[in-house]
């Protein structure tokens, strides 16, 4: 009905009306996307047969955009960090280049926290991206540009990358679809920084969307070859899903305890699920989540099965010059003289604290590989949990700081390897985003993307910014 010039104009205006508010597009391509838009009418025109295109190219004609950590051809790849403001990627990363084979129209790359590893999106290259549901409420990090921009409309899909929430807090925080695929499946690379020694157990890259549809075939995709482990040909029939609810982690004094909104929507969830598709919501307490954040910690601080030692932040953060010292940065960002932001700052001097008590962490580690079996267990091959994604709405900007850990929900399914899908549920009474994770036990993805598309027909799914 419409030819893929109007659509990708269409996105393109869009994305000038309202970028300036929510500064979530840090570089376009327009120029390049409309001449790709018209090579995709041009095939059109010429006719092989939809079947055959629909093989093909199963997203054939879709703007998108790109978590700038990725490399992108021709676009900056700095990951918020100063030292990197002048480097242009001179390839695409893995995802990005399946993505562009399969059809889709990249319209540019998105904000992210410096390094990815904060979850408000704002660094000293590219400024600070704002809510779409209420510009003064932060987007999450780190992939909240491109949180912002599908929340905006401005996007059909993302990619994203989460090693403790970085696809499912922005995907929270504005009201769209995120999926955390289970570990090892999608590729990590062409991403800055990528993850090395135990982390790359971590690591995923996985999609965005507004629709929860829209979930599936872009996973499939994103993950090539490897897509035959997650099952996604399987037929799911919901009344034979057990499902598994808990409301909060249990009270850790680290993590600010879950908004009543954020219960009730949950609470929503199961009497929906109960009434509608005659099931019994098994309520667990597992006492292990409580220490979310101590085992996320640790385990992202061990040295891996080769005896290699995580990556250091500050080594990162200086990026192939001379490690950064956390406190000299300190000191220099009181007087307004650092490139860094003190989220990344504050990480430098925390990483440095953990590895003080060398005990204390191993006894963490093997505290989180028996929550890794207990969970498995519990989920087995049919099994979906219900768990808030955030203790509260999109906080205010800046107010991260006084509640860094509260990441530590999305956060602990990282290290536990899981597939987990971010799903909207409506707006909440300030006019923000409710949703819920859903989880799965390891390779059962195709269980939460099939509870997100029910429950995004029970509760709406993503609202647009502004309609109410």
């Known amino acids: 009905q419409v030819t893929c010039v109007e659509v990708v ?21 327009f120029e390049e996307a409309l001449q ?36 992108l051809y021709g676009m900056p790849n700095t990951s918020g960090l100063v030292n990197r403001r002048n480097v242009i990627a001179a390839s695409d990363a893995t995802v ?16 992210c926290s410096e390094l990815c590893m904060w979850y408000e999106s704002s660094n000293r290259v590219y ?32 990619v994203g990358s989460d090693i403790g929430g970085s696809i499912r807090m922005p995907a929270f925080f504005n009201g769209v679809f995120g999926h955390k695929p289970t570990t090892g499946v999608v590729p990590n690379d062409g991403q800055f920084p990528n993850a090395h020694g135990v982390r790359t157990s971590y690591l995923c890259t996985g999609p965005m969307c507004r629709y929860a549809e829209d979930l599936e075939p872009v996973l499939r995709v994103m993950a090539g070859p490897g897509v035959s482990k997650l099952k996604l040909n399987e037929k799911v029939s919901l009344e034979k899903i057990k499902f598994h609810c808990m409301d909060h982690d249990g009270g850790s004094i680290f993590v ?51 005896g290699q030692e995580a990556q250091r932040f500050t080594d990162l953060l200086g990026d192939h010059g001379k490690p950064v010292w956390p406190l000299w940065e300190l000191m220099k960002w009181l007087v307004g003289m650092s490139s860094h932001t003190l989220p990344a700052i504050a990480l430098g001097l925390t990483e440095k604290l ?29 099994g979906v949990l219900l768990y ?9 900007h800046h107010s991260p700081i006084c509640m860094p850990f509260n990441f530590a929900y999305t956060a602990i399914f990282n290290v536990l390897g899981l ?50």
């Open 9 to 29: 104009e269409a996105y393109v205006e869009r994305i000038k009306e309202v970028n300036p508010l929510i500064n979530a597009v840090v570089k376009d391509r």
């Open 36 to 71: 790709e838009a018209q090579q995709v009418d041009r095939l059109l025109s010429e006719g092989p047969g939809d079947d055959y295109l629909e093989e093909k190219f199963p997203l054939l004609g879709v703007p998108i955009t790109v978590k700038e950590a990725f490399s």
């Open 96 to 111: 990005v280049s399946r993505l562009k084979q399969a059809g889709a129209i990249p319209l540019g790359v998105t904000n």
């Open 127 to 158: 400024g600070r991206t704002n809510n779409p549901y209420d510009l003064q409420r932060i987007v999450g990090g780190s992939s909240g540009g491109e949180g912002s921009v599908l929340a905006a409309a401005c996007s059909v899909i993302g």
């Open 256 to 306: 600010s305890p879950v908004d009543k909104e954020i219960l009730q929507a949950q609470k929503k969830v199961v009497e929906h699920l109960e009434s509608d598709l005659g099931v019994q919501v098994q309520r667990v307490a597992i006492h292990k989540m409580k220490y979310s954040f101590q085992i996320w910690s640790a385990m992202m601080s061990s040295k891996d099965s080769e």
């Open 354 to 382: 953990v590895n003080l008590n060398l005990s204390g962490k191993a006894k963490l580690v093997s505290m989180g590989k028996s929550l890794q079996e207990e969970m498995e267990a519990l989920l087995g091959p049919d």
């Open 388 to 396: 808030p994604s955030h203790p509260t709405v999109a906080p205010k």
């Open 419 to 468: 597939p987990v899908t971010q799903c909207p549920l409506g707006l909440g009474s300030e006019g923000l985003p409710l949703g819920i994770q859903l989880v799965a036990a390891a390779y059962n993805d195709h269980l939460t993307l099939a509870v997100a598309r029910y429950l995004e027909k029970a509760f709406g799914g993503w609202v647009l910014p502004g309609k109410v």
